[in-house]
């Protein structure tokens, strides 16, 4: 059984491209799997969400709240799990890429991330875990120059990548 180190991605559609290819990187090769996170509802359309930020504890609720979350949740988990064993199989190191996504990659990708990155550490507490949230910093600013909103709010390097 080989290392295999899973980083979780959050991204909006707006800004990267949803067509994901197998990669190497320092010879370990990147092995996708990519989850739409589309299918619940825009936070952005709730007068009380529109501004919350995926990072903020509330986004995660919301999304948790809705029909079918866990479910949803769950296979999720059970996906990556399975490919994970799959890899861990295998004669070679590598990452497992799961390519979280959503529409602005500010609220569901970003929460939904972190919500199966941290199911996935309860489920197994020792495996590499890690989370970048590609568009969030990015996102912010559009929203704080050119839109005058979320001008309080502020994100360090440690929001938008971290270990689990």
């Known amino acids: 059984m080989k290392n295999v180190t899973v980083v ?8 990267l ?8 990187m320092l010879k370990q090769k990147i092995h996708q799997l990519c ?10 359309a709730d007068p009380e969400m529109k501004h919350v930020m995926g990072t903020d504890p509330r986004a995660r609720v ?17 996906a990556i799990a399975e490919r994970l064993e799959e890899l861990q199989a295998e004669d070679e190191s590598c990452i497992l890429h799961v390519a979280v996504r959503c529409r602005g990659g500010f609220q569901r990708s970003v929460a ?7 199911l996935l550490r309860k489920k197994l507490s020792d495996q590499p875990i890690m ?12 929203r704080q120059l050119h839109f005058g909103v979320n001008k309080g709010d502020s994100l360090s390097l440690d929001d938008t990548v971290h270990e689990v």
């Open 8 to 15: 979780f991605t959050s991204g909006g559609g707006n800004w």
């Open 17 to 24: 491209g949803t067509e994901l290819g197998d990669g190497a």
């Open 62 to 78: 919301f999304l948790m709240q809705q029909e079918g979350a866990e479910n949803w949740l769950c296979d999720q988990l059970s």
């Open 131 to 142: 989370v970048a949230h590609l568009t969030l910093l990015l996102v912010l600013a559009v």
């Open 35 to 44: 989850i739409s996170a589309k299918g619940f509802p825009d936070p952005v």
């Open 112 to 118: 939904i991330a972190e919500i199966l990155a941290a």
